[in-house]
């Protein structure tokens, strides 16, 4: 009941309050490029989802091995290598399984290689999860647990700016704020309810 | 070196400045321009990977394949990245408090792995050495007004703006301002190159109209 618990509340934390996107402003550039329309925004969500939890795991793993060879320093090099090796082979793998699984979510996959979210999902989880003497297991598990919920939460992030950025195509915008200005404009309103939500106690 | 190019690029960053223009590398941009310290110090860091970068893309560029170049660099960036990492670590002990947390995300700059893309993989060194200053210094500046703005309505009680929130609104407001300043500087010179042609007509196109 107490997993259980924790679990929920990484959940609400990570979706709502401490959002990767509007709570701790990563990866905007990647919510400016590709919110434009809602089948993008669902295809690059759905991918950085998917390539969060195996990077979160895999970096679990492999940084415990760095650790006890003394190697910390090179994780800035094995974080970025996991991403596009993970990046490139799930793009070979979903090409051969099915073209319409390719088509819808296989082409978003190397726009996301130098997602920042995903680099910091991945630090994020080796500065907590390491700092508590978990076993491997439950590390493990509270790594796998974090990526899916930060996905999420940036999955939530991209269709809900993609839903405003679709009816803001049709509003009468001054032109100097056409384009870029006004997708930042939006973000940060949207930002402000997500810090709505943390100061109400979420 | 041809003189057009030359130019070009030495106004490279200004022109199309990644903050303001190209809206590249904005990660890190909001996330630590709370103050003008930090913004600093991070776009000189960031400025310093994109030269070295660029010089090192631009040597390689005959060795690397182009299947796997994009791998290539992303492996150069991250060696940069960790060797300013280690040095802030070892000699900077009150800058890593600050924007320690930071620094690793250079490497996920998209700035840096657009420009050894799109410039450093096509030309020669002096060229890419040229761009990378250019655009380093470009992006310290942006990052450093919008740290001096968002430090300066700190200060003046809108703690809003030290949030994400304000952070992504103020450089919304402030690319427009810049889209808008633009604009008048375009239609300004439109102008005056119509009223220059009214006064007295273009020697170029023959004396047909008279």
């Known amino acids: 009941m107490e997993l259980f618990v924790t679990i929920i509340g990484v959940l609400m934390a990570s979706v709502f309050s401490g959002n990767i996107v509007f709570g701790q402003s990563m990866a905007v550039c990647q919510l400016l490029g590709s919110s434009k329309k809602m089948n993008t925004a669902v295809g690059v969500g759905t991918a950085v989802l998917i390539v969060n939890v195996l990077a979160t795991v895999i970096c679990f793993a492999l940084y415990r091995l760095l650790v006890y060879l003394n190697l910390e320093y090179l994780r800035i090099i094995t974080f970025l290598l996991i991403t596009v090796a993970l990046v490139s082979g799930l793009n070979i793998l979903m090409r051969k399984v099915s073209k319409r699984l390719h088509r819808s979510l296989g082409v978003y996959l190397p726009l996301i290689t130098t997602n920042c979210a995903i680099f910091q999902v991945m630090n994020i989880t080796v500065n907590s999860v390491l700092g508590q003497s978990y076993t491997f297991w439950q590390g493990f598990g509270f790594a796998a647990v974090y990526g899916v919920c930060m996905g999420l939460g940036f999955l939530a992030a991209l269709v809900l700016m993609a839903g405003v950025r679709t009816k803001n195509e049709t509003a009468l915008i001054p032109k100097p704020f056409r384009g870029f200005p006004i997708a930042l404009i939006t973000a940060g309103l949207i930002a402000m309810v997500f810090a709505g939500l943390r100061f109400s106690g979420f | ?210």
């Open chain 2, 1 to 210: 070196m041809d003189k057009k190019h030359f130019k070009q690029t030495l106004l490279g960053g200004f022109v199309s400045n990644p903050v303001f223009v190209l809206v590249l590398g904005l990660c890190p941009t909001i996330a630590k321009s709370t103050n003008i310290v930090d913004a600093f110090a991070l776009g000189a860091a960031t400025a310093f990977v994109l030269i070295c970068t660029n010089v090192l893309v631009s040597l390689l560029k005959k060795a690397i394949p182009d299947k796997i170049r994009l791998i290539s660099y992303i492996i150069i960036i991250a060696g940069f990245t960790t060797l300013v990492d280690i040095f802030i670590r070892a000699y900077l002990p009150a800058l890593n408090q600050t924007v320690g947390s930071v620094i690793p995300l250079i490497a996920v700059n998209c700035l840096i792995l657009g420009r050894a893309d799109s410039f450093a993989r096509k030309n020669k060194v002096g060229y890419a050495a040229l761009d990378g200053a250019s655009m380093g210094i470009g992006f310290m500046i942006g990052i450093t007004l919008l740290g001096a703005a968002r430090q300066l309505l700190g200060m003046a009680g809108l703690s809003v703006f030290t949030t994400a929130a304000g952070g992504l609104l103020l450089l919304g407001l402030l690319l427009g301002l810049y889209n808008y300043i633009r604009s008048l500087i375009y239609t300004a010179r439109k102008k005056r190159t119509r009223t220059l042609r009214r006064i007295k007509p273009n020697p170029f196109k023959g004396g047909k109209s008279q």
